[in-house]
């Protein structure tokens, strides 16, 4: 049980164009999830809590106009990285609340050319 | 504000060597400790946590006794398996799990034959 899955595994993108990345907790509802960010050799670094019906809690110096979260449902969470450019590639990771843990999605690889 | 400092990596052991990974905390009151694991190619998972002061977590032949006279929590293993090479997370929380984890830098196992 608490497995959360992520959409897509990887994805390649044109500058200037958006991408979007769901995260998905498959067997338990989460009323919270979070999305961080992870450079290669680095750790990961939290953008953004996402509450189910409400706005997103952004981290200091992290874009929301650029990091669209919407927490539309108990089980799904989306980033959309609004006119990706090649400095937002990177690896991020979707982690989901149940029963006092955290469940973390496989992650998603974006690379933007 | 809170953080965590892990020893540099990467560690590279023979199968059956004792680990020690260290992991020392900056944090105001109380937090909560974990170690988690990321295996290659899948998402973090938690290896395991303490709540409080002394307590000790364990799972899979690993420990972490949480120190809070020396606020760490050093991550050991008597004998390590080829199945044991992954990327290690000290992290803390403030408290329970909807709280936004901080995570140290990782560290990379490596378990040679």
């Known amino acids: 049980g608490a497995v959360v899955s992520q959409h897509p595994s990887w994805v390649i993108c044109k500058s200037g164009t958006s991408v979007k990345i769901e995260c998905r907790s498959l067997d338990f509802q989460a009323t919270t999830m979070f999305w961080y960010r992870q450079f290669p050799k680095q750790s990961l670094m939290l953008m953004a809590t996402?509450?189910?019906?409400?706005?997103?809690?952004?981290e200091q110096g992290v874009e929301k106009d650029k990091f669209l979260i919407n927490h539309a449902s108990l089980t799904l969470s989306t980033l959309t990285v609004t006119s990706a450019h090649p400095e937002d590639s990177s690896f991020y990771i979707c982690?989901?609340?149940?029963?006092?843990?955290?469940?973390f999605g496989p992650g998603t690889r974006l690379t933007v050319l | 504000g809170d953080s965590v400092t892990q020893m540099e990596g990467p560690v590279t052991l023979s199968e059956e060597a004792f680990l020690t990974i260290n992991c020392t905390y900056t944090?105001?009151?109380?937090?909560?400790l974990f170690w988690y694991v990321q295996y290659p190619g899948e998402g973090l998972q938690l290896l395991l946590k303490?709540?409080?002061?002394?307590d000790k977590g364990s799972n899979k032949g690993f420990e972490a006794t949480y120190r809070k006279e020396t606020t760490s929590f050093h991550l050991e293993k008597g004998s390590v398996q080829v199945s044991d090479s992954a990327v290690y997370f000290c992290a803390l929380t403030p408290t329970g799990a909807n709280s936004k984890l901080t995570f140290g830098k990782g560290i990379t196992l490596s378990v040679r034959p």
């Open positions: 303490a709540t409080k002061a002394d």
């Open positions: 944090a105001t009151g109380y937090p909560s």
């Open positions: 996402s509450n189910e019906g409400s706005k997103a809690t952004y």
């Open positions: 982690s989901a609340s149940w029963r006092e843990e955290q469940f």
